[in-house]
């Protein structure tokens, strides 16, 4: 007798930010339970004509349509719970915009029955507004004592003491500020850190802000204040693996110059872009 599936538990699911490696753990389980259930025998039940079509899908190679996936889902045998929560997050993982992506994540939060915390609710918080960082780096040489006005003044371009104060806070919760003896606001060592990918929606909402920020700053700061340059080259495969290692190395460069500054007097942002601009 065939053994009934197992449905993945509410905190199961929480381990899922992609709908792939939940596709390829749901048919390895199924397959593990029953031998026949191979490539060719499930996609004949998800109604795929060819037996590679699946492989496709787990590689990336293929763009999954809501029939198909609802097919899938049925096919791999989930809950109603299971194929709400797989539905969205097809559509989180194949948004064409950061927009779309900020939609549908708001749609898995509000899941009813399912707690879905595919970010980190303080990360998510952080990263939620370019001047948190800023003023962060900020706090690092220059002091604050509760005037949130003089604060966000600071800033360029500036911020309003309201939103200052809320993010001063929303800091000092994340232990990423605390007040000294005096009672003044100081950066504390702690560090929030990030996937290297840079792949996560709150980071990808963050570098949204800041890209957008430096297109502001040709206008915004004369030249000697800001150095912005491009560059269009053809590249390899095992060129471009190049590239981006050099680029690691000088981030960490800026990192370590920044760390050992004792005369730093002002807070600010690099940007390094680099992207295709045609297709293979």
Not at 8 to 24: A, H, S, T
Not at 89 to 111: G, I
Not at 178 to 185: R, V
Request: proline residues 3%.
């Amino acid at each position: 007798m065939k053994s009934k599936t197992p449905q993945l538990l509410p905190e199961d699911l929480l381990r899922y930010d992609d709908f792939k490696k939940l596709l390829k753990d749901r048919y390895e389980r199924l397959k593990l339970q029953d031998p026949k259930f191979s490539h060719r025998y499930f996609c004949t039940k998800a109604g795929y004509g060819s037996s590679s079509a699946f492989s496709d899908v787990l590689s990336g190679r293929r763009k999954l349509a809501k029939a198909a996936a609802l097919r899938l889902a049925k096919a791999l045998q989930f809950s109603r719970g299971e194929e709400e929560f797989f539905l969205h997050l097809v559509d989180f993982n194949q948004a064409d915009s950061l927009e779309e992506k900020n939609l549908h994540y708001t749609q898995l939060l509000a899941l009813k029955g399912i707690r879905v915390e595919i970010l980190s609710p303080e990360k998510y918080e952080y990263f939620s507004q370019w001047y948190h960082a800023a003023l962060r780096e900020l706090l690092y040489f220059h002091s604050c004592d509760g005037d949130f006005a003089a604060l966000g003044r600071r800033l360029n371009p500036a911020v309003p003491a309201a939103k200052v104060r809320k993010a001063v806070l929303l800091m000092e919760r994340l232990g990423l500020l605390a007040k000294d003896a005096s009672g003044k606001y100081r950066q504390t060592s702690k560090l929030i850190s990030t996937d290297d990918t840079g792949s996560s929606l709150h980071v990808e909402n963050f570098q949204a802000a800041t890209i957008q920020l430096a297109r502001e700053a040709l206008d915004r700061h004369p030249r000697q204040a800001r150095d912005i340059s491009t560059v269009t080259a053809t590249l390899s495969e095992r060129s471009l693996e190049k590239v981006k290692a050099a680029i690691k190395t000088l981030r960490q460069t800026v990192l370590t110059l920044a760390e050992q500054d004792e005369e730093v007097d002002r807070v600010y942002q690099l940007n390094i872009q680099l992207f295709p601009l045609s297709r293979d």
